[in-house]
């Protein structure tokens, strides 16, 4: 099948956009009018520059609103698409993309849809043009995938067909079972898109959200496998409009496209098995189950702050790197590992995650058929095979075996001997703060290569801005990410600006921590006020949750109790918490609380001062 795009999904000028397509690997575009209404380029120009990258212009969409229309209005369509038609004739384009019809004035009839689409087959087939005709979400008459098929069975033309836009029968809540009838033969076109869920209006939603394929929440996979299953083999083509790509490099975005095309595959060849080989490389299926495994924190030397932070949480030296300067401590089951090594800028301390997700070679493979790069590192002899894989935003993620084996991060390490180990629980989740531009990605990347699913977005007042937050988290595993994009202050941190700990009896363990110093956040009084007013908690109960300065959440599930240490300079702070019961969520309706104590704390507290 060939891999195509949008030219309107990628920034830039019509030159540009056709050379980052073709770099990314694609072999078809879709060339989206206004992109050669406003090139320099001639139609034929633009022709023998795609044939020379190897790009079949594989749609046109010229024109809008061609169905519906009042019959006085119809002979002016007729001349546009006549028009647009001598256009497609010099860029050698033989699919032309017909919406429905948004306006205000279109006539609810579907004889008059049918003739009219008739008309218009007739008239393309004349030119060696065959019609896609897509039912626009917003369609006015016209919105659902069942109401085109119908139209274009009526316009009984065999230059008119259906077109298959992913996100528009997906916003409108159908899903693959909407195709069952419609031969393969008769679809025209298949086009592809990923979006958050939103509720919203469904024009603003395509125009400013889609997103690429393992990027979103929707069911891409189960349109593309129905349509697929019909016999469709013709272009597989993104076309995702969005804020994000219109001020995204038109390199990255063509790269982030080709990769959510190949999870696409991925994700086929379980239900089209037959499809895999021609649509992508076969990735090697991701980790049966992902669990966090440590923390590595950057600890540059003179850099004190982390290591007394860490020392102060109870922390212990556990091991010597056997070949970098790196050394393990840990809490119980929570570990981390300090880089003397120099830090990165502008990061906030924690630059790697270490998850175990066995095999690690599958998962490096996994990787590296994803195109996601790999860390360049120096591994010493006999040392743990440890494949790194860095995410858009820049977080280096090592994947390690299980205890015991070969390629367990552990083994590279000379251990220390000790009294105790401590009694945290271990790594409950991580917080990485991306640019805006990055969330789809960064999402991505987990998504794809670990098969973590994300939850819905969420948005979160800040005392100077808003908080947008993405969690994910495995099927089947420990490790939890949540991603942030603060939108407060351009000079936000970015990286991982919180690691939270999981452990028993957090009130004792925070009373402990701040004997030796550990600074936590002060929870203003009123919040317990609310508390009360939000949970029949019993008086006592609400006394001792704010003597240790708690904060609290429950769901029928079960309870939390967590606290936060004051930030350090950079942003970076833990979090402790006690999860009771099942409960499952990160205490997000406190997080306002934690947003506005943090803004009022000064933050770069030096830990024991
Ligand atoms: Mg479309």
Not at 91 to 117: K, P
Not at 265 to 274: I, K, S, T, Y
Not at 334 to 355: E, I, K, M, Q
Not at 566 to 578: K, N, R, S
Request: proline share 6%.
């Amino acid at each position: 099948m060939r891999k195509g795009i949008a030219t309107v999904s990628l920034s830039g000028v019509l030159g540009d956009k056709l050379d980052a397509v073709a770099r990314a690997g694609f072999d078809a575009i879709e060339l989206f009018d206004n992109d050669l209404i406003g090139s320099p380029l001639s139609p034929r120009d633009v022709a023998s520059r795609c044939a020379d990258l190897g790009l079949e212009i594989a749609l046109f969409q010229p024109i809008r609103d061609l169905e519906g229309v009042p019959p006085e209005r119809f002979e002016g369509v007729l001349h546009r698409l006549r028009t647009k038609l001598g256009v497609m004739g010099d860029l050698g384009a033989t699919t032309l993309l017909a919406c429905s019809n948004a306006g205000a004035d279109a006539v609810d009839d579907v004889d008059l849809t049918a003739e009219q689409l008739h008309r218009v087959g007739e008239v393309a087939g004349e030119h060696g043009v065959t019609v896609a005709f897509e039912a626009l979400a917003w369609g006015r008459h016209v919105n659902r995938v069942g109401q085109a098929w119908e139209a274009v069975t009526r316009a009984d033309h065999p230059a008119v067909t259906l077109a298959v836009d992913t996100f528009h029968i997906l916003a409108r809540g159908d899903d693959g079972t909407a195709l069952a009838g419609v031969p393969g033969d008769r679809i025209g076109f298949l086009q592809v898109a990923d979006a958050p869920l939103l509720d919203m209006n469904l024009l603003e939603w395509s125009r400013h959200f889609r997103c690429f394929p393992g990027q979103g929440t929707l069911d891409v996979t189960g349109v593309v496998a129905a349509t697929l299953a019909a016999g469709y083999r013709g272009p597989l083509s993104l076309e995702v409009f969005s804020d994000v790509v219109r001020e995204t490099d038109a390199l990255v975005t063509a790269r982030a496209a080709m990769r959510s095309l190949l999870f696409l595959g991925d994700q086929l060849a379980h239900a089209v098995p037959a499809v895999e080989r021609d649509l992508v490389s076969a990735a090697p299926p991701p980790a049966a189950r992902t669990d966090a495994a440590f923390l590595e924190i950057a600890n540059p030397a003179g850099d004190s702050d982390v290591e007394k932070l860490f020392g102060a949480l109870g922390f212990v030296l556990a091991g010597r790197h056997r070949s970098k300067p790196v050394t393990w401590w840990r809490n119980g089951d929570a570990h981390v590992v300090l880089n003397d090594g120099p830090g990165p800028p502008r990061s906030p301390h924690a630059t790697a995650l270490g998850v175990s997700a066995p095999p690690v070679e599958t998962v490096a493979a996994r990787a590296a058929a994803l195109l996601w790069p790999e860390v360049s590192t120096t591994r010493g002899a006999d040392e743990a095979m440890l494949p790194g894989i860095t995410s858009p935003s820049g977080l280096h993620v090592f994947v390690s075996d299980t205890p015991g084996h070969d390629d367990h991060w552990q083994r590279d390490f000379e251990p220390v001997e000790h009294a105790g180990v401590g009694t945290w629980l271990g790594i409950d989740h991580l917080a990485i703060s991306v640019p805006p531009h990055q969330l789809n990605e960064e999402t991505a990347f987990f998504r794809t290569l670990f098969d973590l699913a994300p939850g819905a977005p969420e948005e979160f007042m800040e005392p100077h801005g808003r908080l947008r937050s993405l969690a994910l988290r495995p099927a089947d595993g420990d490790l939890r990410v949540v991603l942030n994009v603060s939108e407060a202050s351009a000079e936000a941190p970015y990286g991982v600006t919180q690691v939270a700990f999981r452990c028993d009896h957090v009130a004792r363990v925070v009373d402990e921590l701040r004997s030796r110093g550990v600074p936590f956040l002060r929870i203003p009084d009123n919040y317990y006020v609310d508390l009360v007013a939000r949970f029949d908690l019993a008086a006592e109960d609400v006394a001792r949750l704010r003597h240790h300065q708690l904060l609290y959440d429950r769901s029928p599930r079960g309870e939390l109790l967590h606290a936060y240490t004051d930030p350090l300079a950079t942003g970076f702070h833990v979090e402790l918490l006690e999860r009771r019961g099942d409960y499952d969520g990160y205490g997000s309706a406190n997080t306002f609380v934690r947003l506005a104590a943090q803004a009022s704390d000064p933050a770069g507290v030096v830990v024991g001062s």
